[in-house]
C-alpha cells in the first residue's frame, strides 16, 4: 500500500483505517495490520467521500461586476448582464476563471463537478473552453458538462442548431430553460426537444426547470411525464425548481405521485434560489427553495448546488459545499439531526447519484481512492461549525492540505 490513514471516523460513525494503493481504495477494517509506505493519523476525525458539486456555471464565474453590478438582484437583470458580458467571451478568459474556480472548490473537498456551459453565443467559446478544462483537469477533478441554452432553445432562430453542435463536440448533458422560452407551448416543446437529443446522442438531461415564482410554471410535470415515457428516469434531472415551492398543495401532491413514478433527480441552489427568488413580493415574502424536505422524505434523490460562484446573478459564494449544506439546513427547516445528516448527503453520494458517477464514488475497496478529511467528528458537526476540510486525496494521491484556523485565548482572560 502506498498509503495508510488510521483512525478514520466514517460518516456513519464507525471507526476504522483505510489503505490506499495505485490509486484505489486497498482496505478498509477497524484496525489494519498492514503498513504503508506513509501513513497519516487523522485522530478520529471526519473521513468522507468528496463533496459533489451537482450545479454551477463555470463559465461566468468570478465575472460579478462586468461589466456592471446587478443592481436589482434579480434573475432576469443577471440575464441581461450576462448577455453583455458574453460578448467578450474568449477561450483563454473562460478556461482561466473555470480552472480558478474548480481550485477553490478542490482546496475544499470538491472532487466531482457538474458546470452548465452557454450555448446560446454563436461562437460556443464557453462550451468549447469547459470541454477543454473538462481535459485538463481530469488526473485530479471529474467534470461534467451540461450544454445551456441560457437564452431559450426558441428564443432565437439558431439556438437550436447551437445546442445540437454542442452535443456533436461532447457535451455530457442537454440543458433547458423551458419557463424562459417566450410561451407555455414552446417551453413544452423544448422539454421534448431536449429528450429526443439526450435520446439520440445517449446524453443525461439536467434541465434549469421552472426557476420563477410563478405558481402557474410547470414543466416538471411535463419532465417527469418525458421521464416516465422515454424510461430515462435517473439520467434526468430538474434543476432549480422554486415554483414547486409555489404551488397549491393539491397540486403538490398528485404531482409528488408522478415524481415518485419518474424517478428522476432534483439540485436545489438554496444560497442562489433564497436570494433571487420572492424578489416581486412584498410580505409576507416567499423562500422560493423547492420542496426539499418532501421530496427527500418521498425517497427522491436531491442533490445541492452553488449555481453561482461572484457572477451576475450572486456576487458571493465560497465555493464551499458545506456553506450550501447550511443553506439547505436553514432555509429548507432541515434543522433534525437525521435532517441534517440528509443535507450532508446531498451534496457527497446523493451529487454522485444526480451525476451519475456511483462507479467511481464512495467509500468502498476497489473504487477509486478519492476522499477528504475534515477538522470535524461528524456530518452534523460539519455543517455546523463549516469544518476545515484538512486533506483532499484525489486518485490516491494528497491533493491539498490546509490548516485549521487556531485560536489562542490570551491569559488575562482565562478562567
Ligand atoms: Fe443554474
Known sequence: MDLMLRECRLPGGELVDIGLGEGVIEAIEPRLAATAAREINVAGKLVSPPFVESHIHLDSALTAGQPRWNKSGTLFEGIEIWRDRKQSLSLEDVKARAIATL????????????????????????????????????????????AFPQDGLYGSPGNLDLMEAALKLGADAVGGIPHYEMTREDGVQSVHRIFELAQHYDRLIDIHCDEIDDDQS????????????????????????????????????????????????????????????????????????????????????VSLGHDCVQDPWYSLGSGNMLDVASMAVHVCQMTGQDEIVACYDM?????????????????????????????????????????????????????????????????????
Not at 455546523?384 to 487556531?406: I, Y
Open 103 to 146: 481550485k477553490l472548490q478542490a482546496q475544499q473537498g470538491v472532487l466531482f463537478v457538474r458546470s452548465h456551459a452557454d450555448v446560446s453565443e454563436a461562437n460556443l467559446s464557453a462550451l468549447k473552453a469547459l470541454l477543454e478544462v473538462r481535459d485538463t483537469v481530469k488526473d485530479w477533478i471529474t467534470v461534467q458538462v451540461v
Open 218 to 301: 410547470r414543466f416538471l410535470e411535463v419532465v417527469a411525464a418525458c421521464a416516465v415515457r422515454s424510461g430515462l428516469g435517473s439520467r434526468v434531472t430538474a434543476s432549480h425548481t422554486t415554483a414547486f415551492a409555489s404551488y397549491n398543495n393539491a397540486y403538490a401532491f398528485k404531482l409528488m405521485g408522478l415524481l415518485s413514478r419518474a424517478d428522476i433527480n432534483f439540485i436545489a441552489n438554496p444560497l442562489i434560489n433564497i436570494t433571487l427568488q420572492g424578489r416581486t413580493d412584498t410580505y409576507p415574502k416567499r423562500r422560493g427553495v423547492t420542496r426539499v424536505k418532501e421530496l427527500w422524505q418521498q425517497g427522491l434523490n
Open 347 to 415: 451534496i457527497t453520494t446523493n451529487g454522485a447519484k444526480t451525476l451519475a458517477v456511483q462507479d467511481a464514488y464512495g467509500l468502498e475497496v476497489g473504487k477509486p481512492a478519492n476522499l477528504i478529511v475534515l477538522d470535524a467528528d461528524s456530518p452534523y458537526e460539519a455543517i455546523r461549525r463549516t469544518a476545515t476540510v484538512t486533506h483532499v486525496f484525489s486518485r490516491g494521491k494528497l491533493l491539498v492540505q490546509t490548516q485549521p484556523a487556531e485560536v489562542t485565548w490570551q491569559n488575562a482572560h482565562e478562567g
